[in-house]
């Protein structure tokens, strides 16, 4: 099986910082692709920022400039360095990993438990 595993998370003020951590592990052939999404309170969740195998990256209009998404590929590993954050930025942060198990199989979608990031006014 493939786990997921968030980190990172915590409580920082306005236009403070945080890099949060994320780790796929497990049954792996390959990783097409990692991201980041959020949900905060009474919202659905949404994409903050994604990047591809080809380092291809893509932001939501909100995070642009703010956020930067890296990959470690030998470690299967993803990162977010999150900057200049807001009391908007609080939500729980999911990351995704896009994997292909084994060369037999299609590329599945793999979420992590979450790690929670609130931002005081």
């Known amino acids: 099986q493939v786990q997921v595993v968030e980190s990172g998370g915590g409580l920082v003020q306005a236009g403070g910082s945080l890099r949060l951590s994320c780790a796929a592990s497990?049954?792996?052939?390959?990783?097409?692709?990692m991201g980041w999404y959020r949900q905060a309170p009474g919202n659905k969740r949404e994409l903050v920022a994604r990047?591809?195998?080809?380092?291809?990256?893509n932001y939501a209009d909100s995070v642009k400039g703010r956020f930067t998404i890296s990959r470690d590929n030998a470690k299967n590993t993803v990162y977010l360095q999150m900057n200049s954050l807001k009391p908007g930025d609080t939500a729980v942060y999911y990351c995704?990993?896009?994997?292909?198990?084994?060369?037999?199989?299609?590329?599945?979608?793999?979420w992590g438990q979450g790690t929670q990031v609130t931002v005081s006014s």
């Open positions: 995704k990993a896009d994997v292909r198990p084994m060369v037999t199989m299609r590329t599945y979608q793999f």
């Open positions: 990047i591809t195998s080809d380092d291809n990256t």
């Open positions: 497990g049954t792996i052939f390959s990783i097409d692709a």
